[in-house]
């Protein structure tokens, strides 16, 4: 009678992956991208695509671009190359909006369940990048490591608005911003002036949390203005306690991004990971 106590507990009780068991592989062949194995599949009924290290570090960290994959992506190689997975969720033309948001969560839910990454991704907002990391980041204090903003839009109004809707400095763009309209849901221009969770309204989540940012700017940014982005940015978040640092470029426009050394972005993201443990 014991025995066959024990064996119906058996077959009560769950199989639980043991402790640890390789992640689940990448799907798809492999293909390359700056040496490193790319990987492209679907999640859902959206393209992604995963980059990985050839040692991946412990704990298995990553980064994840907003938009503009492989563009002006010195910074994402080397960090590749120092044993971060570099991620991409393809969902243009939603501006970080609460649906974009909606996918990157499941985006984020199959890297860290199915395959193993890091419950705390990296972000790196390059332009209109800025609005996936930064309103992911606010929505999601608990799982974002810290934030990396490039020349980043953190205003609609600034960028795709600007001057046409009688806001800063910018030039804008009218296409942009009815992209912008239809993606945030917005019924009339007065609708989406009003809004009050752009990134430069919304850092008390990430102040509270404690998330480094970087902010790398040009100082003569003609479309993004950083005057109404990336400075405005710092100076709030500074204001509000929150851990920030960043690299300005003087005479710069919004082209080229990145740095011509990269060392500062890696270091970034290299005490982030370790002030986790």
């Not at 859902?44 to 938009?67: F, H, Q, S, Y």
């Not at 190359?81 to 970080?96: N, R």
């Not at 999601?140 to 800063?168: E, I, Q, R």
Request: aromatic share 12%.
């Amino acid at each position: 009678m014991r025995y066959l106590a024990f064996v119906l507990v058996l077959t009560l009780v769950p199989a639980t992956p043991a402790r640890g068991a390789d992640p689940k592989p990448f799907p798809g062949a492999p293909t390359k991208w700056q040496g490193f194995a790319r990987h492209d599949f679907k999640v859902g009924t959206l393209d992604a695509t995963v980059v990985a290290p050839e040692k991946p570090l412990p704990g298995r960290p990553w980064v994840w671009r907003g938009e503009f994959f492989g563009a002006f992506a010195d910074a994402d190689a080397a960090l590749v190359k120092a044993g971060w997975h570099l991620a991409y969720l393809k969902v243009p033309d939603l501006f970080g909006a609460p649906k974009a948001v909606k996918h990157w969560e499941t985006f984020h839910e199959a890297l860290v369940k199915e395959y193993g990454l890091h419950p705390k991704p990296g972000l790196i907002g390059l332009s209109r990048g800025g609005l996936y990391c930064m309103n992911w980041a606010a929505a999601h204090p608990d799982k974002t490591l810290a934030v990396y903003l490039d020349n980043a839009v953190c205003d609609f109004k600034s960028w795709p608005g600007g001057k046409p809707k009688k806001f800063g400095a910018a030039p804008g763009s009218e296409a942009e911003w009815k992209k912008m309209l239809a993606a945030y849901g917005f019924k009339t221009d007065d609708e989406a002036l009003k809004y009050k969770l752009n990134p430069v309204d919304n850092l008390a989540p990430l102040a509270k949390a404690n998330i480094p940012l970087l902010l790398v700017y040009g100082d003569k940014d003609t479309v993004v203005p950083h005057v109404e982005n990336s400075e405005l940015v710092y100076d709030r978040y500074k204001a509000l306690g929150g851990p920030v640092e960043r690299v300005v470029k003087p005479g710069q426009d919004h082209h080229p991004h990145g740095l011509k050394d990269v060392a500062p972005v890696v270091k970034f993201f290299t005490e982030a990971l370790a002030a986790q443990k």
